[in-house]
């Protein structure tokens, strides 16, 4: 019986295997010139990109970066979730570059992605690969970009993009349309630096204003006029530290904030900020990237965003090692910084993004490319946190247009494996803290909703049930994509934060001072891990939404219908939004940190 049901059984193999070969075959057929075509997601109009011309086809003006697809993606995912699961055994582990490399790294990819490069004649040291081969980037002429993508590159200028090389207009080199060959669609997940166009709006823009003089003067005098946030109201709030500056036990625990847009910090704002809130003098540890400190004087604008995140990041977390981001204007931003922190071995554990864009207007296969690399970056140890944007569920296209209401997340605050960071108001005007909103006087809306590229993860599952069916002034369903990752996970003080800004005084609203302020607590906490011989926290989601509620303090008020204002009691406010309630919501997360409740709860996890 065994003998004939094997002889059987092997003459359906055989059957089955010569189908699937005539298959094979008829398939190849019809598929051998076939190509994977990718267009850009916008058109460059739409973001103030004009077309010059065509370039020199001789002129070496073309950068691509190819990202390589990953092997093994589905385990490295489930072991990121592993271990980064409270209620897993796997919990706290942590891999090397080399590890992950090992993991997920495709060496055959890599190799033809390389040698089909090389046939191009592309010379070997214009190509770099990665040190896990995740990424491979060449530089070439005009012509051959042109030849091998079948696409035709061409110049554009945008009026309002400085190029922080020559400090002139920036020229960036694209195209409409490009084609992967046959051999390479398996390899690649994408090609940047072809379709998508720097967005000069991209910055999670701080809202600023002029501090009136009597409150200068108060200032000035080391009293702090109520209405404002300053390193003591934050510290006092949140209850971290003694009320003397919070300085990490032991300097491994790393920070670094993500720069973009020609955003520059300036040395000596950095040191006069420390000094009149009398907190110990430190300076940047590493920067990368362009920093140009003359533009804080000479234009303060350009250095708004960098000397906030510097500021407030080294104030909450005091003698942290403390590295400067910077991300040229004319790149793919997200990409070729999560391509650059997967390279760096000794990449910074603590990360705040205060930047975004619509989600919209965006690449799915680029996001999908930084969210896989922020995944990766996890499996080391490393947390990404990113602001939750400053215009409520509209984002900032609707700051001036109402017409552009509607509900437009947030990149990459909408990424699962980064940490989101909404805004609160109130402590600073000795008021009960809400959710941060321009109708509020709050100057900013806390960004805030769900994805529309990005599955809702499991950690937040229950969470974002909980919110569907229990939330306050839910707005329709049938108006977002109710089953996608909801945003953001936390929140923190995001109103009036005084700041130094070309050795002036100034005041800032935004989910971009909340961020670096959470993101310096997690370093604190880090330290305090690896001062118990612990690993840092790493990837934090699954166990924020696992954490007794009594480690928050619940926002319970307020809604982010509205935009950011542009003037004083001038902002634009759209039929709907999301409101504040008890638990989670997409507008504050599941709310602000008590801090020592904080710490003390991922201190005690493995």
């Not at 033809?112 to 490069?117: N, Q």
């Not at 109710?482 to 989910?511: C, E, M, W």
């Not at 003037?567 to 709310?591: H, K, M, N, R, S």
Request: glycine content about 8%; hydrophobic content about 40%.
């Amino acid at each position: 019986y065994c003998r004939s049901s094997r002889r059987r059984r092997t003459t359906i193999i055989m059957k089955l295997s010569f189908a699937i070969v005539v298959c094979a075959v008829v398939l190849c057929a019809a598929t051998a010139s076939q190509a994977a075509v990718f267009t850009a997601p916008s058109r460059p109009e739409a973001l103030g990109w004009q077309m010059v011309g065509k370039p020199e086809l001789s002129a070496k003006a073309v950068e691509l970066v190819f990202a390589v697809a990953g092997r093994n993606m589905d385990e490295a995912r489930e072991l990121l979730m592993a271990v980064s699961d409270p209620d897993s055994p796997m919990y706290g582990r942590r891999l090397t570059l080399g590890e992950v490399g090992e993991l997920t790294g495709n060496l055959p990819a890599t190799t033809r992605v390389v040698a089909w490069l090389r046939s191009f004649g592309v010379a070997r040291e214009d190509i770099d690969v990665t040190p896990n081969g995740d990424f491979v980037t060449a530089t070439m002429d005009v012509r051959t970009a042109d030849k091998m993508l079948r696409a035709d590159f061409r110049e554009y200028t945008h009026p309002r993009v400085v190029s922080q090389k020559t400090n002139k207009l920036a020229r960036v080199v694209r195209t409409m349309r490009y084609e992967l060959p046959e051999e390479l669609v398996e390899d690649v997940d994408m090609v940047a630096h072809t379709t998508t166009f720097p967005n000069p709006t991209v910055r999670v823009r701080t809202v600023t204003h002029e501090i009136p003089k009597a409150d200068q003067l108060e200032l000035n005098a080391g009293r702090f006029p109520a209405g404002y946030v300053q390193p003591k109201l934050i510290w006092s709030y949140y209850g971290i530290g003694d009320g003397s500056a919070p300085t990490v036990a032991t300097t491994d625990s790393t920070q670094a904030v993500y720069e973009n847009l020609g955003q520059s910090y300036g040395p000596s704002d950095l040191s006069t900020f420390l000094s009149n809130f009398s907190l110990p003098a430190q300076t940047i540890a590493k920067v990368i990237g362009p920093n140009a400190p003359s533009m804080c004087t000479e234009n303060p604008n350009n250095c708004i965003e960098a000397d906030l995140d510097v500021e407030y990041i080294i104030a909450v977390a005091n003698n942290a090692p403390t590295t400067f981001w910077s991300i040229p204007n004319e790149a793919d931003p997200f990409v070729n910084w999560i391509k650059a922190v997967n390279a760096d071995a000794n990449a910074p554990f603590v990360h705040s993004i205060s930047y975004g864009d619509i989600e919209q207007s965006g690449d799915p296969q680029a996001f999908k490319t930084f969210n896989d690399g922020v995944m990766k970056a996890g499996l080391r140890g490393i947390s990404v946190f990113v602001a939750s944007g400053d215009d409520g569920v509209a984002n900032f296209q609707a700051r001036n247009d109402k017409s552009k209401c509607g509900f437009h997340p947030s990149f990459p605050a909408t990424a699962p494996y980064v940490t989101a960071v909404g805004a609160t108001q109130g402590p600073e005007d000795n008021q009960p803290e809400v959710a941060c909103s321009s109708k509020t006087n709050g100057g900013i809306s806390s960004g805030g909703g769900f994805s529309t590229v990005f599955a809702r993860p499991s950690y937040q599952d229950e969470a974002v049930k909980n919110y569907l069916a229990n939330g306050v002034n839910v707005p329709p369903t049938s108006q977002f994509e109710s089953q996608n990752r909801g945003y953001p996970d936390v929140s923190a003080l995001g109103h009036n934060y005084i700041t130094v800004v070309g050795d002036k005084l100034s005041a800032g609203s935004g989910t971009s001072a909340s961020t670096p302020v959470f993101a310096a607590m997690i370093t604190l906490i880090n330290a305090e891990r690896l001062q118990a011989g612990k690993k840092t926290l790493g990837f934090l989601n699954p166990a924020l939404y696992k954490l007794d509620a009594s480690v928050w303090n619940d926002i319970t008020s307020g809604e982010n219908n509205c935009c950011a204002e542009t003037a004083p009691g001038q902002e634009v406010c759209c039929e709907y939004g999301f409101t504040a309630g008890p638990g989670w919501d997409p507008i504050t997360g599941l709310g602000s940190p008590k801090f020592e409740a904080l710490k003390a709860a991922l201190v005690a996890l493995p």
